[in-house]
Nanobody, 123 residues
């Protein structure tokens, strides 16, 4: 069983930056593909970024060039660096883990979820 705890959310103005962290406990993250998702009230959950155990990444088109996902397996931590933030980036951001290294940005493929951290971008 993997427990995931996100941190780093907050309120920023458009154009600003934030870095989210996701710390795992209960198991080593080496064997998991890790993803970041976001959800806003009234909208479907969106996969924004994913990274496998050797650092190969995948991004949603909406965040390419602005977000960077990375992981530090030694620290059992995954990061999401967000820059040039837009009001549309506002939402609750969740970290999630899926068994294996197969890339996916579909939430249905993930096995463990954190509680989320809120990101609010004002114009």
């Amino acid at each position: 069983q993997v427990q995931l705890v996100e941190s780093g959310g907050g309120s920023v103005q458009a154009g600003g930056s934030l870095t989210l962290s996701c710390v795992a406990s209960g198991a080593s993250l080496d064997i998991y593909y890790m993803g970041w998702f976001r959800q806003t009230l009234g909208k479907e959950r969106e996969g924004v970024a994913g990274v496998n155990g050797v650092g190969t990444t995948r991004y949603a088109d909406s965040v390419k060039g602005r977000f960077t996902v990375s992981r530090d397996n030694a620290k059992n931590t995954v990061y999401l660096q967000m820059s040039t933030l837009k009001p549309d980036d506002t939402g609750m951001y969740y970290c999630a883990a899926k068994w294996g290294w197969g890339a996916s940005l579909s939430g249905y493929d993930y096995n463990f979820w954190g509680q989320g951290t809120q990101v609010t971008v004002s114009s």
